[in-house]
Structure formats: structure tokens, C-alpha cells
Nanobody, 121 residues
């Protein structure tokens, strides 16, 4: 069984920083992509940042220059460093990974449980 466990959310003032972590565990054969999405009530889940094998990254326009995604391949962990946070960054942040598991030998998308980020003005 594959699991994604997130940590690092919380309450911060505008202009502050937070670092999110997401660790994948279980019977993992390989991980193609890892990324972060966010969602507010009534809205669709939207991509924030994605990192693929080889460390190629993509960011939403709204976070470029403020957020940095990185990955520790040895630990199957992805991080999101969030600087210069704005109230509009407030959301539940979800980790996502495309993982080939030993049990199925196929690649599937997995989601973490979500972590709340609240930015006060």
C-alpha cells in the first residue's frame, strides 16, 4: 500500500514563510512526478507546483518567484518552500504523486490527506 503523508501547514502572517513536506511510503517501485495542489471550499483543486524526474519544475503563475518545489529522491519526499505568502495563498494544500507500486506494477496517482495553510493579512 502506498501512502503520502504531509506536514508543515499552519497559520502565518502575510509576508511570512512556510515549508510543506510530503513523504511517500509503501511498496514503491518508482515515482515519476510529485507535486502540490491547493483547494478552497467551492473551488476546484488547482496545481501549484510540480517536479518530475530529472528535477524539471513547473509553477502556477501566481506563485512563481515566491514558491520553490524540491525533491529528495532518496527519501521519496517532496517539499514546497513558500515565501512572501499572501492571504490569497490560503487553502488546503495537497500532495500528489504518480507512483508505480510493487503490488500493481502500474503507475497511479496518489493524494495526501491535505494540510491547511492560512495567511492572515
Amino acid at each position: 500500500q502506498v501512502q503520502l503523508v504531509e506536514s508543515g501547514g499552519g497559520l502565518v502572517q502575510a509576508g511570512g514563510s512556510l515549508r510543506l513536506s510530503c513523504a511517500a511510503s509503501g511498496s514503491i517501485v518508482s515515482i515519476k512526478t510529485m507535486g502540490w495542489y491547493r483547494q478552497n471550499p467551492g473551488n476546484q483543486r488547482e496545481p501549484v507546483a510540480v517536479i518530475v524526474s530529472g528535477s524539471s519544475t513547473n509553477y502556477a503563475d501566481s506563485v512563481k518567484g515566491r514558491f520553490t518545489i524540491s525533491r529528495d529522491y532518496a527519501k521519496n519526499t517532496v517539499y514546497l518552500q513558500m515565501n512572501s505568502l499572501k492571504p490569497e495563498d490560503t487553502a488546503v494544500y495537497y500532495c500528489n504523486a504518480n507512483i508505480r507500486s510493487l503490488a500493481t506494477m502500474t503507475s497511479n496517482n496518489y493524494w495526501g490527506q491535505g494540510t491547511q495553510v492560512t495567511v492572515s493579512s
